[in-house]
């Protein structure tokens, strides 16, 4: 089990994907930077699909900058938590990318 969530375009072509084990302490905050915890199902998602508007994303990226300037995370090595905290950033970026584009993204939290 696991946290197994996707970003996609209005064409439906993946444009992101992020992963979190059952046990990661960071995949609740995770939905927390999104404002979407109704999708979260413990140890893993929901397995819905939520469209979400630019200002959620906008609101996500601005969170996750204040997340990311605290110490987050300290369950495994430095090496670790620096890629995850860099592919939680590429994917909310990319969200964001898509959703000025196309006004909103769909993210499925599987």
């Given at each position: 089990?696991?946290?197994d969530?996707?970003?996609?375009n209005?064409a439906?072509?993946e ?8 046990g ?19 140890v893993?998602g929901?397995g819905?699909?939520?469209t979400l508007?630019?200002v959620?994303v906008k609101?996500?990226?601005e969170?996750?900058d ?5 110490d987050?995370?300290t369950k495994g090595?430095?090496?670790?938590l ?5 592919e939680?950033q590429k994917?909310i ?5 898509t ?5 909103a993204v769909?993210v499925?939290?599987?």
């Amino acid at each position: 089990m696991g946290h197994d969530i996707s970003s996609f375009n209005k064409a439906g072509q993946e444009i992101g994907y992020v992963r979190f084990t059952m046990g990661d302490i960071i995949a609740p905050l995770f939905y927390d930077l999104f404002d979407a915890n109704e999708y979260y199902a413990g140890v893993s998602g929901s397995g819905e699909v939520a469209t979400l508007p630019l200002v959620q994303v906008k609101n996500a990226l601005e969170a996750y900058d204040k997340w990311k300037a605290k110490d987050f995370g300290t369950k495994g090595s430095k090496d670790f938590l620096l890629w995850q905290r860099y592919e939680i950033q590429k994917f909310i970026e990319t969200c964001l990318e898509t959703a000025q584009k196309e006004g909103a993204v769909k993210v499925y939290f599987g």
